[in-house]
């Protein structure tokens, strides 16, 4: 079981920057990979970036990338969202995901372990 809790979103203006953060328990953090999705009102759940089990390869939804970086630290169980240049359609709750599966893409296969999410708004 892998147990995952975002923190770090908040309002913020047009143009500017937040990173969310994740905390990982229950598993050895090496062994997932993340990933970050988010999902606007009335809208559906999202990809938006993931990041392999070492960190060494990085994904990107079109609509964000330039934008935002995806990182872990292994040591810190942690994985993070730097979110530059925000634009108002970037509004939504942001949930950090988590998958076992070796190989997966989360933009094809939907991971199996979920945070709450947390609300990133983003006023123009």
């Known amino acids: 079981q892998v147990q995952l809790v975002e923190s770090g979103g908040g309002l913020v203006q047009a143009g500017g920057s937040l990173r969310l953060s994740c905390a990982v328990s229950?598993?050895?953090?090496?062994?997932?990979?993340m990933g970050w999705f988010r999902q606007a009102p009335g809208k559906e759940r999202e990809f938006v970036a993931q990041i392999t089990r070492s960190g060494t390869t990085t994904y990107y939804a079109d609509s964000v990338k330039g934008r935002f970086t995806i990182s872990r630290d292994n040591a810190k169980n942690t994985v993070y969202l730097q979110m530059s240049i925000l634009k108002p359609e970037d509004t939504a709750v942001y949930y950090c995901?988590?998958?076992?599966?070796?190989?997966?893409?989360?933009?094809?296969?939907?991971?199996?372990?979920w945070g709450q999410g947390t609300q990133v708004t983003v006023s123009s």
């Open positions: 229950g598993r050895t953090f090496s062994s997932c990979a």
């Open positions: 995901a988590a998958s076992l599966r070796q190989y997966v893409r989360m933009v094809v296969t939907p991971p199996e372990y």
